[in-house]
């Protein structure tokens, strides 16, 4: 197995709504991206896309994409994990070029939610002869974590402002955010209910997006980029679909799982990373996983907000360009957005936001309510 | 990159309609085929289904069905490529042995078409913006290449017979297939014009099925089986999405491609080929594969049927189990059936169609209209 890299990233600013079509979002990323990397052609493209099937009637996305860009002949296939598919497509490129079997490989992601209300088909992520039915969709499984962790620790809901604040203020200097504004305590607590007790800034916003990233064999990376950033580790690990089929919905056993596997095959450990870009589609998420991957102890997820360690100064930042909850999180675009942003960290190019001098990277990526997990680590 | 072998296998016998829910269905293929490789875990479960979001509202299909089947912790993730998704989650598989990421890897699919008329759903396999407005399906693409073929090259109808009627020879002594019975010319010749040129014994069937294989390193394969069989190469290719776009609509340059990748990569050429898997999800669709393959000359493909070459006594026999025909074509499983088959006639397994000493098997599967073709070679 061959050591992998990143040669190039590309993205296309979030919206509330692209005046793109599906094909030209996410073919404007992968110009993007083979643009950075120097590159007109690759061996093989992995597309990621969650709801196309429902929203713009289109299946075949990878095809489709590979056709806009003008990439006839490439490899191109889909990849999917519900809400965790942009990670999908990554780890899909990397086998490809670890493998041996592409030298230039894409992953890339893109999602168009405006089109249609996108819940009920966001929900099919969900046990859809098990949950569905008794009325749960991704956002009610998420409040019923947080109302299971606030009674079982005794913790009060102010208690998770900082995840809101700390992705605000990231976003508010990145130009691909959605939400290029910070935003105030009381506005976070005064926001409206959405699913209590989830507000509307605990809640990552519906939006349009696409990203890509360029991997290449490490060997040969410097032939596209003088700053590639190595793939580390990619892992994946699943738990029980079901929420009600696990010991203890808090525990997020797939999210310990991959990145214990992400760290014993990288041979690096919690201590090791110097910001974490974590799926912070709701906060009681981002604070669960602080939790699975041993940032924190059970129950103290919500310090390390609290405390502001998760801010750009504190010791784990998170979300440092804006994460999903104010970047945005156009879902299967979304874990390529973070790499673009990873990458952005770890050669010094990320502007306002540049942390000084981040060494190792860990993304984390949850499909549907945490069933399946994948955690990448990237260094330099 | 490590060689990769098949250790194990697992058929569900196709049917109109299952019993099975798809969980189960899916479940049952991948226990059928870790109890064949012997073994009671696997690292990786890649799995294939192109339709269940709209079937049955269910998007997470690998966790899914690995939830199901007990494999709480694995690796899973869902692969697609429209109508060649099978064989997607069997590059994916093999993709996660050779890199050596996975020692132990499940390739499956599963589709439940019977849950409601699918052929909108399938039609989101062509362009959605482009072709499906027009009013094009797969079905109305397909009789039209045939329209163009019998015009161009001013063959009759009557010369694509042989297609069905040796696939449904072969389906009748296999247990797993849909339709296991002969038909005599005059069946095929009277049946019902679906979408003219096409009748109904050009097309394959709607239906229920789920298959699925077990991938290891070559170098322990025999710890789990006395038989394995090597995956020789795997390659992809693709058109332009949009039939309209392409120079020669009868050229099926993706299929092309990608037999030449796979021949290249093996060190092949399609003289070494014993056995040809085909997509016949049509009969055309066959007839232009042999021809993209090199098996025939442009034009001349209806002829290896006509003449007989693709019987189980001819020179290059195809769909010797039965093909998408008449074993069934449960899209996303399909594949997964074809290389179990591939597996039966390579180890002798194949009972009353086993050919006399097979060596060197191709499958190919195809995407939509062609835009995406994946080629698989198989040896001992």
């Known amino acids: 197995m061959r050591p992998v890299s990143i040669v190039g990233i590309g993205q296309v600013p979030v919206e509330k709504q692209s005046s793109l079509s599906l094909r030209h979002l996410g073919a404007e990323a992968v110009r993007r991206a083979m643009q950075s990397a120097g590159v007109e052609r690759v061996d093989a493209l992995f597309a990621g896309n969650m709801l196309a099937d429902e ?3 289109q299946k075949h996305i990878a095809t489709l994409i590979a056709s806009t860009v003008g990439l006839k002949g490439i490899e191109a296939l889909q990849v999917r994990a519900a809400t965790a598919t942009g990670a999908a497509a990554l780890r899909m490129a990397y086998f490809a070029v670890a493998s041996g079997e592409a030298e230039l490989a894409v992953a890339m992601g893109v999602e168009k939610m405006s089109s ?3 819940t009920s088909a966001l929900a099919k992520a969900l046990d ?3 949950e569905v039915p008794t009325g749960a969709t991704l956002i009610s499984q998420n409040a019923r974590l947080m109302t299971l ?6 913790v009060a809901y102010e208690s998770f402002v900082n995840f809101a604040l700390n992705a605000h203020r990231n976003a508010a200097t990145n130009p691909h ?3 290029q504004k910070e935003v105030d305590v009381a506005t976070v ?3 409206r209910i959405v699913n209590a007790p989830l507000r509307l800034f605990d809640c990552a916003p519906i939006c349009d997006g696409a990203a890509a990233v360029v991997l290449a064999p490490a060997a040969t990376a410097r032939a596209h980029t003088d700053r590639p950033v190595r793939i580390l580790a990619s892992a994946v690990a699943t738990d029980w679909l079901r929420v009600d089929d696990r010991a203890d919905p808090l525990a997020l056993e ?4 991959s990145a214990q596997r992400a760290f014993d095959r990288a041979g690096l450990s919690a201590a090791d990373i110097d910001f974490f870009e974590v799926h912070d589609a709701f906060s009681i998420m981002a604070c669960l996983l602080l939790e699975a991957c041993h940032f924190a102890p059970r129950g103290g997820g919500w310090r390390l907000a609290a405390e502001g360690a998760i801010f750009r100064e504190g010791a784990l930042p998170l979300a440092t360009l804006g994460g999903l909850k104010a970047r945005g999180h156009p879902i299967g675009a979304t874990a390529l957005y973070q790499v673009c942003e990873i990458v952005q960290q770890l050669t010094g190019q990320a502007g306002a936001n540049q942390l000084p001098d981040p060494r190792v990277a860990m993304l984390q990526s949850v499909g549907g309510a945490a069933a399946t997990v994948l955690t990448h680590l990237f260094g330099l």
Chains 1, 2 share one sequence.
């Open 128 to 130: 859809a002869e098990k």
């Open 189 to 191: 607590l005064g926001s």
């Open 55 to 57: 929203l713009q009637g």
């Open 254 to 257: 797939a999210a310990a799982l």
């Open 177 to 179: 955010a959605l939400f």
């Open 149 to 154: 962790y606030l009674e079982r620790y005794g």
């Open 116 to 118: 249609m209300p996108p």
